[in-house]
């Protein structure tokens, strides 16, 4: 059974998606809700999940910065985007950032299994490929985790992804994932994120730049989500950290 993750800020939207996906009988099920992207990400960073169902039109964080921030952390996640004829040009938008597909509203059953139907015959595809380089896994180079790791360290962190690292050596981004589980016992992507707090620490000590270019330097295009993402690791919110942390005009720690 292949994993969804629906995210809408109605809940009604969530409801008849649910109810309709589970009418399909197809090899599908429901995991998770969520009412914006920010909740979604949350929630991703500790769950997996094969398939995530969007709207573009959320507050908090909309669709396509959950696009951006998923593209940024782990380009191995698929996406499908609904929203409606009017906003066409969000969708092209979302095309462009990598979606897999997209759905209009009003979404009616058949159309939706017809896009179901599509992802899940491509993901059979892939799962082939995916099988026939893990029966060949026993002969891979051992340097391959040394290759990606010298990779991140000359790659500036908002350029990072796992699709572009698994490219710069020419492999399949799910054995990438895999193999660097293996190798370090950690996920990619909380690689990157622990990479990315640690430089986001430095230059909140270090530097007088605003919030929003330290995220963005790290590598995070939603300012809130930096915030959440930082607080949750650390303890503190960014600005708390720099008022504890920074320095003063001499060099000095100005620890208060």
Known sequence: MKKILLVDDERWVRTALKWTINKLDLPLQVVHECQNGLEALDWIKMNEVDLIL???????????????ELSTLNGAYEV??????????FIQQA?????????????????IKVCLEKWLHKKSNQGNVSKQLLAEKDNFPLST????????EKTPL????????AESIHINPSYLSQLFKQQLNKKFVDYITELRIEESKRLLQNTTLRMS???????????AYFSNNFKKI??????????????TSDGTLNKR
């Open 158 to 165: 908002d350029q990072i992804t796992l699709k572009e690292a």
């Open 54 to 68: 969007t709207d573009i039109r959320m507050p908090v964080m909309d669709g396509l910065a959950l696009v951006k």
């Open 95 to 111: 095309m462009r950032s990598g979606v897999t597909d997209y759905l209009l509203k009003p979404i009616e059953e058949n159309e």
């Open 213 to 223: 270019e330290i995220a963005e330097r790290v590598g995070y295009s939603d300012l």
């Open 234 to 247: 650390v303890g503190s919110s960014p600005s708390e950290y720099r008022n504890i942390n920074s320095k």
């Open 80 to 89: 499908i985007v609904i929203s409606v004829h009017d906003e066409f040009q």
């Open 145 to 152: 985790i040394d290759r990606i790791l010298d990779y991140i």
